[in-house]
């Protein structure tokens, strides 16, 4: 089966849990939903869950990404991508997220030695989580705006509440059979004095669905693209469960940190 591109980039399990201990873990068995207190655990991180990712059409204008970044934009648009994810067990850690791919970028800014193989890469312009660990970690990990939110779902409803005035609330209704595709996605990144990259590729069993977005409301700018996406016929990849083994970051070197001269021996 030709796999096609909006699909291989939404079939994806987004960031790096922390690693739990016996204790929350049935806690999270319990509950479904950990509190986590432990640091990261080693890479690479492998997370199992489930979750619905949207594609959209961005005009490349109202993609807000950092200045060393440019926008990848065929005939003035770029691909952004709305993801709800559910980590279960056996994940290192049980949780919910909201990502916000923003846009499809590459590093344009002289100052960094991009390798050749990093090419086009989706930007994270926004992620919400529920717990407040993970979202210290992936922002200092992923250098990505990340901020708490509340989770509600009832069947296949989710609406999210987050502490940054973010508002979301859609539904989606999955459509036809259930195939197995092989995933992978990589996202580029800046912040901290840095840019970085990550990589994950995993499998995951997928139903085509329509979804209807009930609701949204944001003022912040990362969200601007997804105001004012193009209107695609309501479809959506419903992600009924999921395996994936994610890497940790890679740090794009500066040219002036690599052509920088050795220090001059001492004389003395």
């Known amino acids: 089966m030709t796999q ?15 690693l739990c201990s016996h204790t929350s873990r049935c806690a999270a068995l319990r509950h479904g939903v950990t509190t986590l207190t ?45 993801v709800y994810l559910e980590y279960r067990m056996p994940s290192e850690a049980v949780h919910r997220e909201l990502l916000w791919l923003s846009a499809v970028v590459r590093c344009t800014d002289r100052a960094y030695r991009v390798p050749d193989r990093v090419g086009p890469m989706y930007y994270v312009g926004r992620v919400y989580g529920d717990t407040p660990l993970s979202l210290s970690a ?48 990589s996202t580029l990144q800046r912040g901290l004095g840095r840019v970085v990259s990550f990589r994950a590729q995993g499998r995951a069993q997928v139903q085509l669905a329509t979804y209807r977005l009930e609701a949204f409301e944001s003022e912040h700018a990362e969200w601007e693209g997804f105001k004012r996406r193009l209107l695609l016929p309501g479809v959506a990849s419903h992600l009924k469960a999921f395996e994936s083994v994610m890497h940790g970051p890679t740090e794009v070197p500066r040219r002036l940190d690599s052509l920088a001269p050795s220090p001059t021996p001492s004389l003395v």
Do not use: Q, Y
């Open 4 to 18: 096609a591109p909006w699909l291989s980039a939404t079939l994806w399990a987004g960031f790096p849990p922390s």
């Open 38 to 82: 432990e640091p990261f655990s080693r890479t690479p991180w492998r997370a199992h869950g489930s979750g619905l990712a949207i594609p959209c059409i961005v005009p490349a204008k109202n993609a807000h990404v950092p200045p060393e970044f440019t926008v990848v934009s065929p005939a003035g648009h770029t691909l952004g991508m709305l």
């Open 138 to 185: 992936g922002s200092r990990e992923w250098a990505a705006h990340k901020a708490l939110a509340r989770f509600h779902r009832h069947g296949n409803r989710i609406e999210v509440d987050a502490e940054d005035g973010t508002h979301v609330a859609f539904s989606w209704k999955p459509r036809g059979f259930t195939f197995s595709a092989p995933t992978r996605i």
